[in-house]
C-alpha cells in the first residue's frame, strides 16, 4: 500500500471521527433542549386526553411519540409491550401522536374513536398488523386500517361517526404542536419520565426504562 493511498485513507478516516463527533454533539444538544422544554413545562410531553396504557399511578412514564404508519412503530410495538409486561406496576405508556406520514391523521382519529368504545389496544393491534396493507407512503389507503378496526371489533358506523367530532382535530394539533415544540421529528421518539433516549435503539430503551424502575423501587 502507497503513501498516498494510506493518506487518502487516513484523511477519511479523520472525516468519518469528525463527523461522528459533530453528531454526537448535536444529538446532546438536541437532549439538552427536548429536557429543558419538559422542566419548564411538562404538559407538552403529556396531556389530560393522551391515551395511557398501564396503571395510573405506574412511576415511570414511558412516552412514545408515535405514527400508525411508521414501520419501525410498529416494529418497536412488541419491544414495548415485552417492557411493560416485565414492569406491570412500574411502567404506564402514554401515547401522542405524531401523524409525519400521509393518511396518518384518519387512522389516529380511528384509534381515539376505538378508545371511545373501549377497544383501543385491540384496535392499534390490528392496524399495527395491517400496516404493510393500508399505509403505503406513495398510495395510503386508511380505508383498510378501518377494515382492520371492524376485525377487532369495532362499531365501524359509529367510529366513523366519531372522528368526525372537532374534538378529534383539536386532539390532533394540539399533539402536533406539542412534537413541533419538543423538536420531535421522527418515530417513534421516547421519552423516560421526562428522559429522552441517549441515541435510539431497543437496547437504549430497555437500559432507560430499567434504570428508572431501579430508582422507583429505591
Not at 401515547?95 to 373501549?118: M, N, T, W
Not at 385491540?122 to 380505508?143: F, I, S
Amino acid at each position: 500500500m502507497n503513501a498516498k493511498r494510506l493518506t487518502v485513507i487516513g484523511l477519511l478516516a479523520l472525516v468519518a471521527i469528525a463527523f461522528f463527533l459533530g453528531m454526537n454533539t448535536f444529538r446532546q444538544r438536541e437532549q439538552v433542549k427536548q429536557e429543558e422544554i419538559v422542566r419548564a413545562d411538562p404538559t407538552r410531553l403529556v396531556r389530560m386526553h393522551s391515551p395511557v396504557i398501564g396503571p395510573q399511578g405506574a412511576p415511570v412514564t414511558l412516552v412514545e411519540f408515535f405514527d400508525p404508519a411508521c414501520e419501525t412503530c410498529r416494529a418497536f410495538y412488541p419491544i414495548v409491550k415485552t417492557l411493560m409486561d416485565r414492569y406491570p406496576q412500574d411502567v404506564k405508556l402514554v401515547i401522542r401522536y405524531a401523524p409525519f406520514h400521509q393518511g396518518s391523521d384518519q387512522v389516529v382519529k380511528l384509534l381515539e374513536a376505538a378508545r371511545r368504545q373501549g377497544k383501543y389496544v385491540p384496535v392499534m393491534e390490528a392496524v399495527l398488523e395491517a400496516q404493510p396493507v393500508w399505509a403505503d407512503h406513495g398510495q395510503p389507503r386508511p380505508e383498510l386500517a378501518f377494515q382492520a378496526a371492524l376485525q377487532a371489533g369495532l362499531d365501524i358506523p359509529r367510529a366513523i361517526e366519531d372522528v368526525q367530532r372537532p374534538e378529534m382535530q383539536a386532539l390532533l394539533e394540539q399533539d402536533i404542536a406539542d412534537l413541533t415544540a419538543l423538536q420531535v421529528n421522527k418515530t417513534p421518539t421516547f421519552f423516560v419520565n421526562g428522559r429522552p433516549l441517549p441515541s435510539f435503539g431497543p437496547a437504549q430503551l430497555e437500559a432507560l426504562v430499567a434504570e428508572e424502575v431501579a430508582k422507583a423501587r429505591r
